[in-house]
């Protein structure tokens, strides 16, 4: 995405509310937070999980699959999971902890739009 596409009237999302839309037919999530709003890729970068299915408390999103938390204002990873022990050991295996790809948004004439990502968050 280049430019801002129109996705929904602003109305039609509650604060603390998200839901996935399609974007060139790319599944994105779209977040209320207060009159904040938030676009992410609606799936997990680690396991894949539907990300719309799991938990928005603020900014931060849970995934349904494995409790990754990222921050929807920038994507950076706040927990990688919340599997312990072996099981986390053989999820690392085959994935590491990566931040999610998050859009900017912008709020005009009462319709939420969502234009190009945002760059990632730096590491310090």
């Given at each position: 995405m280049s430019s801002f596409?129109?996705?929904?009237p602003e109305q039609d999302l509650a604060d603390g509310e998200m839901k996935q839309v399609e974007v060139d037919s790319h599944p994105l999530l779209l977040a209320r937070v207060g009159d904040a709003y938030f676009a992410a890729d609606a799936h997990c970068p680690h396991l894949?999980?539907?990300l719309t299915k799991g938990s928005l408390e603020g900014t931060i999103v849970t995934c349904p699959w494995h409790g990754s938390q990222f921050d929807l204002?920038?994507?950076?990873?706040?927990?990688?999971?919340?599997?312990t022990g072996a099981v986390k050991t053989m999820v690392e295996l085959v994935r590491h902890d990566r931040p999610l790809r998050?859009?900017?948004?912008?709020?005009?004439?009462?319709a939420v739009f969502?234009?190009?990502q945002k760059p990632p968050p730096t590491s310090d």
């Open positions: 596409i129109e996705i929904l894949h999980g539907n204002t920038d994507g950076s990873v706040v927990r990688w999971t919340e599997f998050v859009y900017e948004t912008l709020v005009e004439n009462g969502v234009g190009p």
